[in-house]
């Protein structure tokens, strides 16, 4: 059987959706949570497109299904490729050495090649289903080699890669055997977006150090002569929607809940971060078990809620993190709790998004301190949850940081100004901290998901030249 063919076609590691199987064996399919899928639903919604993605198990993919007026199409990962393509290449080569290698990357040969093979098997998949012409949406560090191989089968179609996490110096980049590889397979495309210039501007460095690649502004002579432009198109969350979930009477009131809970404390802190060494949570912990310790921060009337989404609990890395974070608590909450009050409420799961306003209206202090960071939704999600009075403590590595310039901006590493951030954020008149939070929603409001969305597609089908309104401004 033939399959269907769709003007837009989106290829990311994962589908947007996770498999569940029911008590009587029946298997359902729920929207998954994580960054990419909360961004992209609102762009997918009202089209006819295509999804190309693992389902997330080891075994033969399931066939092609529709969800929610999508067309998914599964790709199978073996065993081997889960530990070679997805945990290994993936996740313990590029993730770190693009996060500014916070924890060092490891190089292997044979998941080298698993990446290449999978990223063939993308480009195969996107082919079948892309009709003449078709626009390509490709996602992510794990799919950087598809551009070129999908061209070198379909030259008809319009191909653009967005990169969620950051595109590091080409000083760190360089350190990656066969580096060229992933340039060149990049260079397939007809644009490149990126979280922020610098990223952008780091990948044209790394074209023009080690293709000898022509740079001019934002275009890259590809070494074929096309020309490919890398900009930044900086990602965001479906502002309006969330906004009206978090000003519900109902959400109102569990966010009062949710601090009476605790003990009605003076001051509520919060973190919410996939559980990854990127995110910072132990400097975090460590600037607060210290202001608890100096006396900055009184252990009765303070609580920090710090949620964490377990993730890639296979890896080594991630096992270590999870003892250290939870060794980390454990301190504090010995330390300083007493019958009824606990300084850390720590909590390893996933909350549905109605929670997750709640817990965002409830908050006075997020602290979003990542070590390294592309964009950070979870900034974004504060900003349009959040009492008016209420502030965010942001770090200068989070690519949020370049739109919220009104948050209280720390450097995660230096944890005694981390610590003086945040008792700044505490202690800053209620007027002060409005202001900032005004600054910062209309920030947010100027980029919603949608916007980043047309803006991508815009520059996509503009490239190699700037889009109107872009070219406009
Ligand atoms: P992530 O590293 O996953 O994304 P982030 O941008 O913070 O990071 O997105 C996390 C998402 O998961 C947010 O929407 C948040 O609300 C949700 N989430 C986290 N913990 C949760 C929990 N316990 N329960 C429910 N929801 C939870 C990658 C990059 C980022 C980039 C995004 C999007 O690393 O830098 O911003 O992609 O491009």
């Not at 064996?25 to 960054?35: A, F, K, T």
């Not at 924890?103 to 290449?116: G, K």
Request: charged residues 30%; proline residues 6%.
């Amino acid at each position: 059987m033939t399959s269907p063919t769709f003007d837009l076609v989106i290829a990311a590691n994962r589908l947007p959706v996770d498999k569940e199987v029911a008590e009587d064996g029946s298997i359902e399919w729920h929207r998954s949570p994580g960054g990419l899928v909360t961004a992209m639903e609102s762009v997918m919604r009202g089209r006819e497109a295509a999804w190309i993605g693992w389902s997330g198990d080891a075994g033969d993919p399931p066939e092609p299904f529709e969800e929610n007026g999508m067309y998914l199409v599964p790709i199978g990962l073996s065993e081997d490729e889960v530990t070679n393509y997805y945990e290994g290449y993936s996740n313990d080569t590029l993730w770190p050495l693009y996060h500014d290698v916070i924890v060092p990357a490891t190089f292997r040969r044979r998941w080298r090649s698993s990446y290449e093979r999978l990223n063939q098997r993308f480009a195969d998949a996107v082919s079948e289903v892309a009709a003449p012409g078709a626009t390509v949406w490709l996602h992510d560090y794990q799919l950087q080699r598809v551009p070129s191989l999908l061209r070198a089968i379909r030259p008809d179609l319009r191909i653009g890669w967005f990169n969620h996490i950051p595109f590091p110096p080409v000083e760190i980049f360089m350190q990656l055997p066969g580096r060229e590889t992933l340039l060149e397979g990049l260079l397939g495309a007809d644009f490149l977006g990126f979280q922020v210039r610098a990223d952008a501007a780091n990948f044209r460095e790394a074209c023009r150090r080690l293709l000898r690649a022509p740079v001019k502004g934002d275009v890259v002579t590809a070494p074929d002569g096309r020309r490919v432009r890398a900009a930044a198109v900086p990602i965001s969350i479906d502002v309006e929607e969330l906004r009206e979930l978090a000003t519900s009477p109902e959400t109102l009131q569990r966010a009062k809940e949710i601090r009476a809970e605790m003990g009605d404390p003076e001051v509520l802190l919060l973190g919410v971060d996939r559980l990854d060494y990127t995110k910072g949570i132990r400097h975090r912990l460590k600037a607060y078990g210290e202001l608890l310790a100096d006396g900055r921060l009184d252990p009765r009337k303070t609580r920090l809620v710090q949620i964490a989404t377990p993730s890639r609990e296979r890896l080594q890395a991630y096992r270590v993190l999870r003892g250290q974070i939870e060794q980390a608590v454990g301190r504090i909450n010995g330390d300083h709790a007493d019958f009824g009050d606990t300084p850390v409420v720590y909590m390893r799961r996933s909350f549905p998004k109605e929670e997750m306003a709640a817990i965002y209206a409830a908050a006075d202090v997020a602290l979003v301190t990542p070590l390294r960071d592309g964009m950070n939704l979870v900034a974004k999600e504060f900003v349009t949850c959040a009492r008016d009075d209420a502030a965010l403590v942001l770090s200068e590595f989070a690519g949020a940081a370049g739109e919220l310039k009104r948050a209280y901006l720390c450097n995660p590493h230096d944890v005694d100004r981390l610590k003086q951030t945040i008792t700044a954020a505490i202690d800053a008149p209620a007027d002060e901290r409005r202001k900032r939070m005004r600054s910062m929603r209309r920030a947010v409001l100027a980029n919603d998901v949608h916007h980043w969305a047309e803006a991508f597609l815009a520059s996509l089908q503009a490239a190699p030249e700037l889009p109107a309104e872009e070219s406009a401004r």
